[in-house]
C-alpha cells in the first residue's frame, strides 16, 4: 500500500460553516493561491449551488492555473427527482471543476429523521448523483454523511451505501464524523473493516466535538485511508473540522507518510497565520506546530535545558514546519531566560556579573509591580539596551492632559502633549475615540515632523487586565499594546494603577521601539512656525 | 479493573506556565474553590520552592477545608546532596499539603545533558526524595518526566526509575509526555507494558504538541492508567497541557469510567469559563463541550434536521455538561433564560407576549453591540425592571469632566459631576488613583446626601476585556463591575469605545441597582448650603 496521503482542504467551504468565518471571493481567492504553494491536493472552494459569492470564486480561479485540484460541493439529488435535472448538480457542471464533492446520508436514522424517504431512495439518489458527474467527466468523491454513527446503528445500510456510489463509479469514498462524537479505536476498527469490503480509494473526514479530530484522522490513515479533508487553523462548524496544520506535520514527520514536500511544509506556520489574518480570527497563542507560543520556553529550568540541546524540550525542531523558538521571560525563569534573549540582541552578558545580576533584579522588581515581559519583547529589549545605554531618548515629557466630557447626547476625549524632541518644545493636542486612542493621536502628530516613520506604525492590539481586582476601581491594571510597521510587530507593556497612565507607558515604548537608532530629521521653517517650535 | 479514574488538576501549576497566563494568590483560591465544587481529586497548587505567592497560597488556601486534596510540586532532590536539606523538599512539607507530586528524570539523555550527573545518581535522586516525602506522612506522586521518549530511548532505565519510585513508597507513578511528541498508539503499548511491570497505579501527564493530548489521556487510560492529570481549558506551556474539560466528559459520558458525578459533569461548562475570566484568556469559541460554539448550529440543512431531532448533528445533549444548543440564524437561544429570569422577579411575562419580544429584541441589540449579561446580573435586573416602568429615576447626568495630568514627577486624575437629584442641581468634584476611581469619588459625593445607603456600597471587582482586538487603541471595551452592601453581591456592565464611559455606565448601573425602591432623604439646610445646592 502506498504511503502518499492526498490532502484534501475544506477551509474555503466546511471551514466558512464556522462561528465568526466569513470569506469573500477576493479572500477566496488569496487563500487558495496560498494553499496551492502549500502543496495540498484539492482545494474544495464552495458550494456553487448555494450562492452566487462561490459561482464568482469558480469563475475567477480557473485563471490562476493552480496546480491543485478545484473542487466544488453539493448533495446528492433531491429524492423522487432526476439528477439530470437536479439544479444543484447542474450548477456544479456548470461550475467547471474537475473534481467535487457529494455528501451523501449512508445513516438509517437521517434517511428517516432528515430526508424523510426510503433506505432503497436514497440509495437510488447516491447512485444517480454519483453516476451523474461521472459521465460528465468530472472526479467524483462521495462524502459518506455520519458514516460512523451510521455504521454503528446499521454496519449493512452503512456498507450498502458505500457500495452504490462504488458502484456508481466514484473514484474516492470518504467515510464522515460529521457530528465529532467517535473514538480514535472505533474509527481505526470501522475504517479497517471498510478498507477489506470496498476497493475504491477511502477518505477520512473528521470533527473536533471531543477534541479527537486529529487523532481520529490519523487512526484512520493507520487503517488504511489515503485521503485526510480538513481545513488551515481546524475553522469549521461547532468545534470545527480537523486541523491540518496539526496533521500534516504529524503524518510527515513521525509517521513515515508523505503528504507535501519538506520545502512546502516549511511554509505551514506562514500559511496558518496568513489564513488567520484573512479570516480575522486570532489564531491561539499556543495552536500546536504553528502557533506564537509552540516552541516558547518559560520555565527556568527548561531553559536552561533548552539552552544545553534543544531536544530536551522540543517534540521537532520548529524549522521543519516554518516556526521558531522563543524563550519568554517571567518570573518563573531564572536568570538563563534573560541571558539568553540579551545574547540574542548582542548585549555583552554573561551569568557571573554584576551587570546581569541589576537587570534580573530590575525585572524582578517590574514583575512585582505587575509588569510581564513575556508577552512584551520589545520593552523587554527596550529594558536591556537601557541597561547598556543604547537606547537614544527620543523625547522628554514636560506634561500630559487628559480631558474626557461626557453630556447627555456628547461624548469627547481630548489629549494635550508637551515633549521636548530634539532640543525642541512640541505642544499638541488631538481627540480621538476614546482617551487613549486621543494620547495616540496627540503623541503622533508631536513626533511626525521629526520622525516620518511615525506615519508606518499602527497599532494593532490593545489589551488591559486588572491585575488584582480585589481592589476595584483603584486596582492596577496592565496594558499590552502590539504594533506592527507591515515588516515586524512588537508588543509593549505598561503598568498602572491608572489605566491613562498604563496605556501612555506602552504607547511611549512602542514608538520608542520603532525608532531605535533614528536621528530626529530637521524640520522646515513653515513646518516650525506651524508647530510654534521653540528652541531651548 | 476499577473503572474510577482520579482526575488531577494542575491548572494552578502548570498551567501558569502558559504564555499569558498569570494568577495571583487570590485568583488561586478562587479557582480552587471552583474546581473543588467540580469534583476533581486533587488540586496541585503551585510550587512552595520557587516563589512566595504560591506560600501564600497554600497558607491561606487551608482555611477554605476543601474536600480535593490539595498538592505542592516540586522536583527530585539536587544531585550529590542529602534530601533532608533540600530547601525545595523541605518548602513542601513547610506548606502543610496531604500529597506532593515530585517531578523526576526518566530518560538517559536528559540525566546526561540537563541534570549531568550519573545514571546511578539520579536513581538516588528519586528514592532518597520519595522515601523523605514518605517519612513525613505526605502521599507522593511521582512524575516521571519524559517518560516515553525515554522509554523508547532506553525502556530498562525508564523502567528502573519507576521501580526506585515504587521502592521508595511512591503512591502513584505518573507517565509523562513532557514534550508533547508522542502518539497514541505508542502511548496504548507503552502505558500496557509498564501496567504489567509495576503495581503502584499508574497516571498519565500529556502535552498538547502534536493535537494529541486529550487522545493520549484517553489512550493510557485504557492501556491500565487510573489519573489522569491535566488542566482546565488545556492551559500550560507551549501548546498546553492536556484538557480536562474535553477528557472528563469523553471519559464519562462515552467511555464508561467515572471521574465525577453527573451533577457535578453539569458545572463543567461555567468552569470553564469562569476559570478562563480569571485568567482573562478569552476561550476559542468552537472549544469542544464548553465553547459557546460548542452546539451553534449555523448551516441551514443541519438548523433544519436539528429542529427535528437534536441528536442529527449533536454528539451528546449539551445540558450534560452544562451547555446549551445555539441556533445561529435565529438566534433564540436566551429567550426561555430571559423569561425564567423575568418571572423570578414577578414581572407579567410569557413567551407570547409583544412585550417579551420587545425585551428580547433589546437585548439580542445590546449583545450585538458587545454586552454579555451572563456575568452581569444585576444590569440585566435593571434592563428587565425599566421594561416594566420600575425603576425610578436616581439622577440625572449633566454633564461629566474627566481630567488626568501628568508631569515628569506627578500624575493626577480629577472628575467633575454635574447631576440632577430629585429636582436639585450638584455639581461636584474629586480626585482619585486613576480616572475611574475619580469617578467613583465624585459620583458618591454627590449622591451621599440623598442616599446615605451609598456609604454601604463598596465596589470589589473591576475588570476590562478589549471586545475586538484589532481595532487597537480605539476598540470597544467591555467593563465589569461587582459590588457588594456585605449583604448581597451584584455585578454591572459597560460598554463604550471609551474606557471611561464603560466605566461611568457599569458605575451607575452599580448604584442605581443598590437603590432600587429608595427615596431621596431630605438634604438639612446646611447641608445644602455647604453643597451650593440650586432647585430646579
Given at each position: 500500500?502506498?504511503?502518499?496521503?492526498?490532502?484534501?482542504?475544506?477551509?474555503?467551504?466546511?471551514?466558512?460553516?464556522?462561528?465568526?468565518?466569513?470569506?469573500?471571493a477576493d479572500d477566496k481567492l488569496?487563500?487558495?493561491?496560498?494553499?496551492?504553494?502549500?502543496?495540498?491536493?484539492?482545494?474544495?472552494?464552495?458550494?456553487?449551488?448555494?450562492?452566487?459569492?462561490?459561482?464568482?470564486?469558480?469563475?475567477?480561479?480557473?485563471?490562476?492555473?493552480?496546480?491543485?485540484?478545484?473542487?466544488?460541493?453539493?448533495?446528492?439529488?433531491?429524492?423522487?427527482?432526476?439528477?439530470?435535472?437536479?439544479?444543484?448538480?447542474?450548477?456544479?457542471?456548470?461550475?467547471?471543476?474537475?473534481?467535487?464533492?457529494?455528501?451523501?446520508?449512508?445513516?438509517?436514522?437521517?434517511?428517516?429523521?432528515?430526508?424523510?424517504?426510503?433506505?432503497?431512495?436514497?440509495?437510488?439518489?447516491?447512485?444517480?448523483?454519483?453516476?451523474?458527474?461521472?459521465?460528465?467527466?468530472?472526479?467524483?468523491?462521495?462524502?459518506?454523511?455520519?458514516?460512523?454513527d451510521g455504521f454503528k446503528h446499521n454496519p449493512d445500510y452503512a456498507l450498502a451505501a458505500l457500495r452504490k456510489a462504488q458502484e456508481a463509479g466514484a473514484d474516492w469514498l470518504?467515510?464522515?464524523?460529521?457530528?465529532?462524537?467517535?473514538?480514535?479505536?472505533?474509527?481505526?476498527?470501522?475504517?479497517?473493516?471498510?478498507?477489506?469490503?470496498?476497493?475504491?480509494?477511502?477518505?477520512?473526514?473528521?470533527?473536533?466535538?471531543?477534541?479527537l479530530a486529529v487523532a481520529n484522522s490519523l487512526a484512520a490513515v493507520q487503517a488504511g485511508a489515503r485521503?485526510?479533508?480538513?481545513?488551515?487553523?481546524?475553522?469549521?462548524?461547532?468545534?470545527?473540522?480537523?486541523?491540518?496544520c496539526s496533521i500534516i506535520p504529524t503524518l510527515q514527520l513521525k509517521m513515515n507518510y508523505s503528504c507535501i514536500s519538506a520545502e512546502q511544509l516549511q511554509q505551514l506556520t506562514s500559511t496558518a497565520r496568513y489564513v488567520s489574518e484573512i479570516a480575522n480570527v486570532a489564531m491561539p497563542v499556543g495552536q500546536p506546530y504553528v502557533g506564537n507560543a509552540a516552541f516558547a520556553h518559560k520555565g527556568g529550568i527548561h531553559v536552561s535545558a533548552i539552552l544545553k540541546d534543544s531536544k530536551t524540550y522540543e517534540h521537532i525542531k520548529p524549522e521543519l514546519v516554518g516556526n521558531k523558538q522563543r524563550i519568554l521571560v517571567s518570573e518563573l525563569a531564572g536568570q538563563s531566560n534573560i541571558i539568553s534573549k540579551a545574547q540574542e540582541l548582542g548585549l555583552d552578558i554573561t551569568a557571573n556579573?554584576?551587570?546581569?545580576?541589576?537587570?534580573?533584579?530590575?525585572?524582578?522588581?517590574?514583575?512585582?509591580?505587575?509588569?510581564?515581559?513575556?508577552?512584551?519583547?520589545?520593552?523587554?529589549?527596550?529594558?536591556?539596551?537601557?541597561?547598556?545605554?543604547?537606547?537614544?531618548?527620543?523625547?522628554?515629557?514636560?506634561s500630559l492632559k487628559l480631558l474626557v466630557e461626557k453630556s447627555k447626547d456628547h461624548m469627547m476625549s481630548e489629549a494635550i502633549v508637551k515633549i521636548t524632541v530634539g532640543g525642541e518644545s512640541v505642544y499638541t493636542v488631538a481627540e480621538g475615540n476614546g482617551p487613549v486612542n486621543a494620547l495616540d493621536h496627540a503623541?503622533?502628530?508631536?513626533?511626525?515632523?521629526?520622525?516620518?516613520?511615525?506615519?508606518?506604525?499602527?497599532?494593532?492590539?490593545?489589551?488591559?487586565?486588572v491585575i488584582d481586582e480585589k481592589d476595584a476601581t483603584a486596582a492596577k491594571v496592565r496594558v499590552l499594546i502590539q504594533s506592527t510597521d507591515f515588516q515586524n510587530t512588537w508588543s509593549t507593556v505598561?503598568?498602572?494603577?491608572?489605566?491613562?497612565?498604563?496605556?501612555?507607558?506602552?504607547?511611549?515604548?512602542?514608538?520608542?521601539?520603532?525608532?531605535?537608532g533614528m536621528e530626529p530629521v530637521e524640520v522646515s521653517t513653515p513646518v516650525r512656525e506651524q508647530l510654534g517650535l521653540v528652541n531651548h
Open positions: 500500500m502506498t504511503n502518499a496521503i492526498s490532502i484534501f482542504d475544506t477551509t474555503l467551504r466546511d471551514g466558512t460553516q464556522g462561528e465568526g468565518i466569513s470569506l469573500s488569496k487563500i487558495a493561491q496560498k494553499l496551492d504553494a502549500l502543496g495540498v491536493h484539492y482545494i474544495e472552494g464552495g458550494n456553487p449551488g448555494s450562492n452566487g459569492k462561490d459561482i464568482e470564486f469558480f469563475q475567477r480561479v480557473k485563471s490562476l492555473n493552480l496546480r491543485a485540484k478545484i473542487t466544488a460541493f453539493g448533495s446528492t439529488r433531491r429524492k423522487n427527482a432526476q439528477a439530470e435535472r437536479d439544479a444543484s448538480l447542474l450548477r456544479i457542471v456548470e461550475s467547471g471543476v474537475p473534481a467535487a464533492t457529494l455528501v451523501g446520508k449512508t445513516w438509517d436514522f437521517h434517511v428517516h429523521t432528515a430526508l424523510q424517504t426510503t433506505l432503497e431512495e436514497n440509495l437510488a439518489m447516491i447512485y444517480d448523483s454519483i453516476a451523474f458527474l461521472k459521465s460528465r467527466g468530472i472526479e467524483a468523491i462521495f462524502d459518506a454523511e455520519h458514516f460512523f470518504v467515510l464522515c464524523d460529521t457530528n465529532g462524537g467517535t473514538l480514535p479505536g472505533e474509527i481505526y476498527d470501522i475504517v479497517t473493516r471498510v478498507c477489506g469490503e470496498l476497493k475504491t480509494p477511502i477518505g477520512i473526514h473528521t470533527h473536533n466535538d471531543c477534541e485521503q485526510v479533508q480538513g481545513t488551515i487553523n481546524g475553522y469549521g462548524e461547532r468545534c470545527g473540522n480537523a486541523n491540518l556579573n554584576d551587570k546581569t545580576k541589576e537587570i534580573i533584579d530590575r525585572i524582578k522588581d517590574l514583575e512585582h509591580q505587575g509588569y510581564q515581559f513575556e508577552g512584551a519583547d520589545a520593552s523587554l529589549e527596550l529594558l536591556l539596551r537601557e541597561a547598556f545605554a543604547e537606547v537614544p531618548v527620543i523625547f522628554e515629557l514636560e503623541l503622533r502628530k508631536a513626533l511626525v515632523q521629526f520622525y516620518p516613520k511615525i506615519n508606518d506604525i499602527h497599532l494593532t492590539d490593545y489589551k488591559v487586565r505598561g503598568v498602572s494603577s491608572n489605566v491613562i497612565e498604563a496605556s501612555w507607558e506602552a504607547l511611549v515604548d512602542s514608538f520608542r521601539y520603532a525608532l531605535i
